[in-house]
């Protein structure tokens, strides 16, 4: 497995080992953020027969369509080997037959196969190579099937730029938080190299990305559809 991504930002096999219940649920925002939406795009585009989530973490995005529709086969990939070991054993114990967790590094994924439905969320912005990632990714679906991405723009940059910059007013909404650590785990997304917007998406696959907000509702939080923006991309 490459070392590159945990050098560059945040070392996962070591922080899924160690994480308690608040860390895990900061470090998974597709939880609250994708799993009811992406129903909506189900709903509305059809079942696929297969899917994956490419930054799986645990598994969240994975075991929700598994469950839900338990005709598709789902692919679960991350990075860290600890977390995918997780996932596995909670697959066999509840007896979900059709998902399975496989390593995989973005921008280098390439699972030799297809599907009709990739998600990536939360992911990217771990990425320094962001058009290569985002080929491999569009590259793993089916002609016909979709391809649905989370992505930090300049404004979520920014944001986070205001965190760093003023950490004791942040410290309000999070006693807890480390300017080091977050301004590490972001690096990337400080530094605008994994930032991302709707033009340099087209520029590199040639499709525009489309809004969700045409089948579903804008999610209260504004950051949840500015900051981080929620596209679908037909192939």
């Not at 129903?39 to 994975?62: I, L, R, T, Y």
């Not at 058009?131 to 991405?149: H, N, Q, S």
């Not at 944001?159 to 690096?187: Q, S, T, V």
């Amino acid at each position: 497995m490459p070392d590159a991504p945990f050098e560059q930002t945040i070392d996962w096999n070591r922080f899924w080992e160690t994480a308690d219940a608040d860390d895990r649920a900061g470090a998974t925002p597709s939880t609250h953020h994708l799993t009811d939406l992406l129903e909506d795009f189900v709903a509305a585009k059809g079942v696929p027969d297969s899917a994956a989530d490419v930054g799986c973490g645990p598994g969240e995005v994975a075991f929700t369509v598994a469950k839900r529709h338990p005709k598709t086969s789902v692919v679960g990939y991350d990075a860290a080997d600890s977390i995918l070991a997780e996932n596995r054993e909670r697959a066999n114990a509840n007896r979900i037959a059709n998902v399975r967790f496989e390593q995989a590094t973005l921008p280098e994924f390439d699972p030799d196969r297809q599907f009709d439905l990739v998600c990536c969320y939360a992911t990217l912005c771990y990425v320094d190579d962001t058009e290569r990632a985002l080929r491999a990714l569009y590259d793993a679906v089916t002609p016909g099937g979709y391809l649905v991405l989370g992505y930090i723009t300049e404004a979520g940059r920014d944001h986070y730029d205001g965190r760093l910059e003023n950490p004791d007013a942040w410290r309000e909404h999070d006693p807890d938080f480390d300017p080091h650590g977050f301004a590490r785990r972001f690096r990337l997304v400080l530094e605008g190299e994994s930032t991302l917007s709707e033009s340099a998406i087209e520029d590199t696959l040639g499709t525009p990305p489309r809004q969700f907000w045409e089948f579903t509702e804008k999610p209260e939080e504004r950051w949840a559809w500015d900051h981080v923006p929620l596209v679908w991309l037909p192939k």
